[in-house]
């Protein structure tokens, strides 16, 4: 038990565990055995193919084109190479495609959802609030302390003058601390607040309606220094109707389309997201043809670029979004 790792796995020979434990290599993989039957399934595997193995035989599912998916193809299951494993299995494409969904429905790492860390979660600084077809903002820092000075340190008129002296010195320290709080609470909500009259659309239609943004327009807008904008958005979040995101997700830059005008990177991986969900399974678009087909939207972007934001969006190439 001692020896498999944050995946699941088997990670020291049966042979050293038996010299380690003073038993036979019999008996190793007769417990070994019974280890492979808890839960999570697959827990206790040597390695991938067994992983699954295990998991297929306990759902009664390892046999025929599964099974030698399983024993024989895990490779080529990765290139999504379903024609060749359909050659050497003397099978169907389809068959195959549907042999090789089943094995991935399997849990390659039953371990990780195990994990000793501890979840880290976010607590939004800003909540942006739809209210009567508006927006209003609330600045959620009640967990910051409530600063004040003590009436004991402003009845200083009884102590010598250097104490009075160092007191004063304090007094002005302490209060210059308060005021710079409250600033920057201030800040900040000018801030958001220029951010949700810019970006109504975003509130209101999502991501992909996005308008260009810099740091430095807010800046000029609520009469501050860019730098000051920059740091009051840094890692700084936002609850808003749609979810939980970051301050600085409210700023785009542009990408220039053919025609002169700006279009977001936002906006070119929304349109790329609806091309792919709406494209044949069989005949998936490349990312030249979605390249030319943004173009036609005006949205310039190079074949590159595609690739880039086809991966951030999660989704394989064509060849491997081929469906049979």
């Known amino acids: 038990m001692g020896s498999i790792d944050s995946r699941g796995y088997l990670t020291l020979p049966e042979e050293e565990i038996a010299r380690a434990t003073g038993t036979s290599l019999e008996e190793v993989q007769k417990v070994l055995a019974k280890v492979q039957t ?41 290139e999504t190479g379903i024609r060749e494993i359909a050659e ?28 000793t860390e501890n979840a880290s979660y976010i607590t939004p600084d800003v909540t942006i609030e739809k209210v009567d077809g508006g927006y209003e903002v609330h600045l959620n820092d009640s967990y910051v302390p ?30 210059w601390l ?6 920057r609470r201030e800040t900040i909500r000018k801030v958001v607040e220029e951010l ?9 239609k999502g991501p992909a ?15 501050v220094h860019e730098s000051t904008v920059s740091r009051a958005v840094a890692n700084k979040y936002a609850e808003i109707p749609g ?20 279009f977001l990177a936002s906006q070119a991986k929304a349109e790329l997201e609806r091309l792919i969900k709406a494209e044949d399974p069989r005949k998936p678009l490349s990312d030249q043809k979605l390249c030319e087909l943004l173009k036609a939207k005006e949205m310039d972007i190079s074949r590159r670029t595609v690739m880039k934001y086809r991966e951030q969006l999660g989704y394989p190439s064509s060849v491997k979004r081929k469906r049979y």
């Open 38 to 78: 808890f839960e999570p399934l697959g827990v206790g595997a040597r390695d991938l193919s067994e992983c699954l193995r295990i998991q297929a035989k306990a759902q009664g599912i390892y046999e025929g084109l599964v099974a030698a998916v399983i024993d024989r193809h895990l490779s080529l299951v990765a």
């Open 88 to 115: 050497a299995e003397k099978a169907s494409p389809e068959d195959v495609q549907l042999a090789v969904d089943i094995v991935r429905t399997l849990n390659p790492k039953p371990g990780s959802g195990y994990g």
């Open 146 to 175: 409530k600063l004040h000075i003590t009436n004991l340190y402003r009845q200083a008129a009884s102590f010598d003058d250097d104490t009075q002296r160092y007191i004063k010195k304090r007094l002005n320290a302490a209060t």
């Open 178 to 183: 308060i005021n710079s709080i409250e600033q």
């Open 196 to 204: 949700v009259r810019v970006q109504r659309d975003f509130l209101d």
């Open 209 to 223: 309606h996005l308008k260009p943004l810099t740091m430095k327009e807010v800046a000029e807008a609520i009469e």
């Open 243 to 262: 979810g939980l995101v970051a301050l600085k997700a409210f700023f785009q830059t542009g990408l220039k389309a053919g025609s002169g005008e700006d």
